[in-house]
């Protein structure tokens, strides 16, 4: 009923950028946050940013400074504009977000984008 589709991965030399999408779609009353984590082989998925409803940006302590969570309610869309990407910012990024559709408020969470940082 509710998707989020992320686009934008890849695959990138260190200090580059990479600007990732992801687009919620279907019967959404409301988005009340949405955010992004990544997650390596054999380890737990780590929160990278996230915008709460009514409340400012927060970021972990390794991309602060370098990556910008951004929201287009209009859209329905998040970005993460990641900038002088490093080896260790390799990883599968997943968008995550709390939708109201009618009555229920749920956690959904997209497909994963690969995003590699190698010369």
């Known amino acids: 009923q509710v998707q989020l589709v992320e686009s934008g991965g890849g695959l990138v030399q260190p200090g580059g950028s990479l600007r990732l999408s992801c687009a919620a779609s279907?019967?959404?009353?409301?988005?009340?946050?949405m955010g992004w984590y990544r997650q390596a082989p054999g380890k737990a998925r780590e929160l990278v940013a996230i915008?709460?409803?009514?409340?400012?940006?927060k970021y972990a302590d390794s991309v602060k400074g370098r990556f910008t969570m951004s929201r287009d309610n209009a859209k329905n869309t998040g970005y993460l504009q990641m900038n002088s990407l490093k080896p260790e910012d390799t990883d599968v990024y997943y968008c995550?977000?709390?939708?109201?559709?009618?009555?229920?408020?749920?956690?959904?969470w997209g497909q994963g984008t690969q995003v590699t940082v190698s010369s």
């Open positions: 995550h977000a709390i939708i109201r559709v009618g009555y229920s408020t749920t956690t959904y």
């Open positions: 279907g019967s959404i009353f409301s988005i009340n946050a």
């Open positions: 915008i709460p409803s009514g409340g400012s940006t």
